[in-house]
Nanobody, 123 residues
Framework: QVQLVESGGGLVQAGDTLRVSCVAS????????MGWFRQAPGKEREFVAT???????FYADSVKGRFIITRDNAKRTVYLQMTSLKSEDTALYSC?????????????????WGQGTQVTVSS
């Protein structure tokens, strides 16, 4: 019933800025903790950022100071603004929802997932 759809990915150059979005349909969005994960070819999926129902945030060390996660409950949308992009940021970026409302860096604790949006950063 709950569906997540990401958008905004694309091909950019190192140092550029890009914002990806995730729109949720169904469920009670304002009660969910939300997260962003990414997976590069040949690598395991890794945690990027999470935001609570009260908009407190937590980031992976690799993106601290460069990425910002925000949410707009009225639009049922969570965003990830990425600045100073590096080639190592190249990956499929997916959003996820945690229905208990508890933010987490562990993917197994999330209940719903989107299909992802591709971000490619040229060096």
């Amino acid at each position: 019933q709950v569906q997540l759809v990401e958008s905004g990915g694309g091909l950019v150059q190192a140092g550029d800025t890009l914002r990806v979005s995730c729109v949720a349909s169904g469920g009670t969005f304002n009660m969910y903790a939300m997260g962003w994960f990414r997976q590069a070819p040949g690598k395991e999926r890794e945690f990027v950022a999470t935001i609570s129902t009260g908009s407190s945030t937590f980031y992976a060390d690799s993106v601290k100071g460069r990425f910002i996660i925000t949410r707009d409950n009225a639009k049922r949308t969570v965003y990830l603004q990425m600045t100073s992009l590096k080639s190592e940021d190249t990956a499929l970026y997916s959003c996820a929802a945690e229905k208990a409302g508890i933010p987490s860096l562990y993917e197994f604790e999330y209940d719903y997932w989107g299909q992802g949006t591709q971000v490619t950063v040229s060096s």
